[in-house]
């Protein structure tokens, strides 16, 4: 039976930053007002926290007879990485960028020995997995950091395959090149495909001028938000009618595809007629691509690692965190796959390369890539394999996004991040989360150990982790609370995240 929810279901007008900020203390004083949602979590003694019997007793359910384990070392480093040309002093795991990928298969239990050889404390979350709740890799939350110089062993079976990938949760060193595909393979893999090529797409700063840790500290001290590499004090001037407004807080000089500026880019033999599985990360710290191959269609397979019917797009729209599966065939001369820095003018490429051919104009390709419709993927429904039994929740809870604030403060039902806050659910609920977006730049919202389920426009959405929510926009999602523990939900534009838009979805006795 669903909760009472007693908040207005409707959202106001979307209000200006500048607006935003002079009406900020009765907008949070009424979303403090609106119910449950904002009331103080569960007081901590009736949390079911990360070392409960319960994560314990649900990671056994996951362990099947005859498990392979799967040993891998993890070393997070700092120093010199050429990213195409240029070489930038940065922090990242094993001195490349990306990482190295970790594969594994569904059902496998990954022993990750994480170094940390930073000066910093570090962690590493697994972005996506349904994992065991001690090994999400959340200081405070889920455990305490990695001392410089210490390590820790990642220890847990991931139950479902997919794209996935792998990055710190401390501070924004994720927008250092920490960061890592983790890919989980299915049984049923490679029927429909020749070929896969990961992609990793990424906007990228460290090492040119500023650390990503300067960045924040100067939007902080800005207020407002200054474009991060450009003018200081100024207002955030991308913008995207894709995006619906603001497209980004900060400015970039370079954006990757796997590691590589667009003048240097990778690139990728097949033969003409293969067909190739493409499994691209958005990894990028405040930006949005918009990716696609000019003049090949793709055929999108999966959303977050998760099935969804197969579905024709030119060009797909990527939220930071997302991944999209898509299969394409490879073209009989050169083209380049682009991820297009979404209302901020830059280009990441990665050249499919099936023979010798002139290598073609990246501007060309991106105008042409622009004249084709872009793609929002949660029109597209899940198959019906993964699709949720259709249940009322159990309980709603009402996540309001609002800032940027004074000092850059953003934050969720009014406010900022506080591990010791959050929305309570007991195991066996469904749950349903209303992210509403009352700011003018969209937010990428994200959920650890689920996969949830999107409202779609016609009804059922794909299952995702990772939701773009528009400015102005509300979007429903449910999930079975089946993975006892504390789970951040949080905007993955990584200086919105660390600026307090976070929130735990508490699992309580
Ligand atoms: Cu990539 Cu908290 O997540
Ligand atoms: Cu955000």
């Known amino acids: 039976m669903p909760s009472a929810h007693p908040w207005s279901t409707s959202m106001g007008p979307v209000l200006s930053r500048r607006r935003f900020l002079v009406g900020a203390g009765g907008l949070s004083a009424a979303a403090v007002l609106a119910g449950c949602s904002s009331s103080p979590a569960a007081p901590a003694a009736v949390r079911i926290g990360p070392d409960s019997p319960q994560v314990a007793a649900v990671e056994k359910t996951r362990q099947a007879a005859g498990q392979r384990t799967v040993d891998v070392a993890v070393d997070a480093v700092t120093g010199p990485v050429d990213i195409g040309g240029t070489t930038v002093q940065t922090w990242s795991y094993g001195g490349q960028v990306p990482g190295k990928e970790i594969r594994l298969r569904r059902g496998d239990l990954l022993r990750a020995q994480v170094t940390n050889q930073l000066p910093d404390p570090t962690t590493v979350h697994w972005h996506g997995v349904a994992l065991r709740n001690d090994m999400d890799g959340v200081p405070a939350l889920t455990q305490a950091p990695i001392a410089p110089g210490a390590g820790m062993r990642y220890e847990f079976t991931v139950p479902a395959a997919g794209t996935y990938w792998f990055h710190p949760h401390v501070g924004p060193q994720l927008d250092r090149g920490l960061q890592a595909p983790l890919i989980v393979e299915d049984p049923a893999d490679g029927a429909d495909y020749d070929q896969e090529l990961v992609v990793v797409f990424d906007d990228w700063l460290d090492g040119t001028g500023r650390t990503p840790k300067q960045v924040l500290a100067d939007l902080q001290s800005h207020g407002m938000g200054g474009m991060g590499g450009g003018g200081m004090g100024g207002m955030a001037m991308a913008r995207s009618a894709l995006l619906g407004g603001d497209a980004g807080d900060v400015t970039y000089p370079h954006y990757l595809a796997n590691g590589r500026t667009p003048t240097a880019p990778r690139s990728f033999a097949a033969q003409p007629g293969q067909r190739i599985r493409l499994r691209m990360i958005n990894a990028g710290g405040d930006t949005a691509f918009r990716v696609g191959v000019p003049g090949t269609p793709m055929t999108i397979t999966h959303t977050d690692g998760y099935p969804v019917t197969p579905t024709r797009a030119d060009a797909v729209l990527m939220g930071m965190g997302e991944r999209v599966d898509a299969v394409i065939t490879m073209p009989p001369t050169a083209v380049p796959l682009l991820g297009l820095a979404e209302g901020k003018g830059g280009l990441a490429q990665l050249l499919l390369q099936p023979g ?37 929740p159990d309980v709603v809870h009402e996540m309001t996004l609002a800032g940027p604030g004074a000092g850059y403060v953003w934050t969720i039902n009014g406010q900022p991040y506080d591990p010791n806050r959050g929305v309570p659910v007991h195991e066996g609920q469904r749950v349903r989360l209303r992210y509403s977006n ?9 959920l650890h150990g689920h996969t949830f389920q999107i409202h779609g426009p016609g009804g059922v959405g794909p299952r995702k982790d990772t939701t773009i929510v528009l400015p102005g926009q509300t979007v429903e999602v449910d999930f079975d609370a089946t993975n006892p523990g504390q789970w951040l939900t949080h905007c993955h534009n990584i200086y919105h995240g660390e600026a307090g838009m976070m929130t735990v979805v508490s699992y309580i006795q």
Do not use: K, Q
């Open 356 to 392: 010798s051919g002139p290598i073609p104009d990246p501007t060309a390709a991106a105008t042409a890539l622009m004249g084709r419709p872009a793609m929002l993927v949660n029109a597209i429904p899940a198959t019906a394999a993964v699709t949720l039994p259709s249940r009322n």
């Open 438 to 446: 009352t700011t003018t730049m969209f937010h990428p919202m994200h």
